[in-house]
């Protein structure tokens, strides 16, 4: 069975922080994941990316310096942690993952095959 199982959303503060995980199964042990959004009337952007053979990571501009990836490969698992939130991060974050390659990205024209359902993050005071 090929999934993605998003969790740790929720609601947070401006300034706060959150922790989402994202449980792949199924799939071979080499592939790149990563992490998406979508805002409401907003298209859906790239957030964060990593391999998990190389271990090498990508982040879109906006989020540099707040957010980290990582990977637990035992677990098959990858995390991102969300430090110091702003409003403009809400949206609904998507688990994406691109099986068979060590190459990962989060530009808009790279296309991952799988995808999670979605957790809701919403950043407000």
């Known amino acids: 069975q090929l999934q993605l199982v998003e969790s740790g959303g929720g609601l947070v503060q401006p300034g706060g922080s959150l922790r989402l995980s994202c449980a792949a199964s199924?799939?071979?042990?080499?592939?790149?994941i990563g992490w998406f959004r979508q805002a409401p009337g907003k298209e859906r952007e790239g957030v964060s990316c990593?391999?998990?053979?190389?271990?090498?990571?990508n982040y879109a501009d906006s989020i540099k310096g707040r957010f980290t990836i990582s990977i637990d490969n035992a677990k098959n698992t990858v995390h991102l942690q969300m430090n110091n939130l702003k409003p403009e991060d809400t949206g609904v974050y998507y688990c994406?993952?691109?099986?068979?390659?060590?190459?990962?990205?989060?530009?808009?024209?790279?296309?991952?095959?799988?995808w999670g359902q979605g957790t809701q993050v919403t950043v407000s005071s």
């Open positions: 990593i391999s998990r053979s190389t271990g090498i990571a």
């Open positions: 994406a993952l691109d099986p068979q390659t060590s190459y990962c990205s989060v530009n808009a024209g790279y296309e991952y095959d799988y």
């Open positions: 199924g799939f071979p042990l080499d592939y790149a």
